[in-house]
């Protein structure tokens, strides 16, 4: 028997993703959300949730741009503190003791030291309720070479993203390998 939850924002998993942005005066920003997903390949783009509270929603709706950088499990402790304090009172990159760069393609910093970056801009938001969805267009991926298998391609094992469970409020990391994709299937 499944129990009901009745309507609430809850799904696993959820991605922990931390979104670089610039404030009206070129100050680096990053919050962390749980709320985004692929949403297009053709032109690639993702989606973010953001609270117009956010300050990092006023920031993407200036500089029309934003990056995501995808945390390792070893940096749970500073992504979680990114999702907890404001850029409107704390310089986070400083306090995390963690790297701004400047994206070359966007109007928005990412995480030095974090593997995996999307640089994005910004083509349309759309006002849902609480939050505002914001679909960004990937202008390119960045992934640390020591984080590629040996055919040149992103491996997650390498990478060590974690995932938000909602309801719960807890991280966790993502397991081993349990079948290709596309492939595993075609045995039914």
Known sequence: ??????????????????????DTNGNPNVMTIAWGSICCSKPP??????????????????????TLSVPPERYVQKADYFGIASGRDVNKFKEADLTPVKSELVDAPYVGEFPMILECKLIHHHEIGLHTHFIGEICDVKIEESMLNDEGKPDIEKIRPFVYSP???????????????????RKL
């Open 45 to 66: 783009c993702v989606t973010i949730s953001l609270r117009k509270a956010t300050y990092t929603y006023g920031n993407i709706m200036e500089r029309k741009a934003f």
């Open 1 to 22: 028997m499944k129990k009901s939850f009745g309507t609430k924002a809850l799904i696993f998993p959820a991605p922990v993703w931390c979104v670089g942005s610039y």
């Open 167 to 185: 309801e719960v409020r807890r991280y966790n990391g993502i397991g081993e390998f349990i079948g290709q994709a596309f492939e595993i299937g």
